[in-house]
């Protein structure tokens, strides 16, 4: 049971432009968001979080919007950046209990130069 | 570098074998947990310590994994007669109890031949 589902695996898009990447879930008690990149041999890093008493979270080129009724958050990049390349994981919680993250099964960003 | 750190970065052993990682979290976080990473998913959760109490163990962990947090610093994830199902990037986190955010090592992988 896929509880963060992120349906696209892939992205490319031009330098310059918008990134938009895409994340559902289906279990209405998460109640925190969080995006992580992710480059080859490394860790997830974080990027940032939305809580769900917010629709939107906003960190210099990168914001997050959440639509509680459709169950769904998406990750905004503007302008793209080569440097972005990397994969992208969406990631819900509870913040009551352990705070374990439940992660989708992420989205390989491409920014062509 | 006061970031988590994760030991070995490169796990190569065979089948049947017992293999042990170690974790150091961020020096005052006093949540650890531990995710296992496949090939084309995002980590999954396998457990959590806040302190030296484990106080959640995913279905995941079967009875062949084991994980301390000895004094409530760092932990090891110990895994006997390995398989090679076995086979994943295990990812360490940290936090610190009114952050949700968590901070990720680079992982150790797993090879079980």
């Known amino acids: 049971d896929q509880q963060v589902k992120q349906n696209s695996p892939s992205l490319s898009v031009q330098e310059g432009r918008i990134s938009i990447l895409n994340c559902d879930y289906t279990n209405s008690m998460f109640d925190y968001f969080l995006w992580y990149k992710k480059y080859p041999a490394e860790g997830p890093t974080f990027l940032i979080s939305i809580s769900s008493i917010k629709d939107k979270n906003e960190d210099g080129r990168f914001t997050v919007f959440l639509n509680k009724s459709a169950k769904h958050l998406s990750l905004h990049i503007v302008p793209s950046q080569p440097g972005d390349s990397a994969v992208y994981f969406c990631a819900a919680s509870l913040t009551s209990g352990t705070y374990k993250y439940i992660f989708g099964t992420g989205t390989r960003l491409k920014v062509l130069a | 570098d006061t970031g988590v750190s994760q030991d070995p970065r490169h796990k190569i052993t065979k089948r049947g074998q017992n293999v042990t990682f170690r974790c150091d979290p961020i020096?005052?976080?006093?949540?650890l947990y531990w995710y296992r990473q496949t090939l084309g998913q995002g980590p999954e959760f396998l457990t959590y310590f806040q302190n030296e109490a484990q106080l959640e163990k995913s279905r995941l962990l079967s009875d062949r994994f084991s994980a301390e947090r000895p004094k409530g610093s760092f932990s090891t994830l110990e895994i006997q007669r390995t398989e090679q199902g076995d086979s994943a990037m295990y990812l360490c986190a940290s936090s610190l109890r009114q952050y949700n955010e968590q901070f990720f090592g680079p992982g150790t992988r797993l090879t079980v031949l």
């Open positions: 020096s005052e976080h006093n949540r």
